[in-house]
C-alpha cells in the first residue's frame, strides 16, 4: 500500500514538474502576443490604418486618431488588442525579474 502512494505521488510531482518546464510564463506570454497579434491582423487592415495615419503630424492629434480608430473598430478586435497589450506588460514584467534575478546572483558571485 506504501508503495502504491509513493509512486502515485512521485508521478504526480514528476508530470508537474514537466509541465512546469514545458509551459513556463515567459512561453506562454510570448505565445499569446503572437497569437492575439495575428489576430488582430487578420481582422484589420494595418496598411490602411498606417496609411491613414500619415496625415496626422502632431502627436496629440496621432493620439486621438488612435484612440477614435480604437474606440471605433468591432469588439473583438479591442479584445485582441487589449490581449496583446497585457501580455505584453507581463512579458516585460518577467524579462525584468529574471534580469534582476540574474544581476542579483552576478553581484553575489563577484562579491564571493
Sequence with gaps: MSQTIKQNVMARVKFLFYLKRVFQPVVLEISAVVLFTGLTASLVSVGHVVANSMGVADRLAAIEFFA????????????????????GLFLIRDIYRSLRITDGLMLRRQLA
Design 68 to 87: 477614435q480608430a480604437f474606440l471605433r473598430t468591432d469588439f473583438i478586435v479591442q479584445l485582441s488588442i487589449l490581449a496583446i497589450l497585457a501580455s
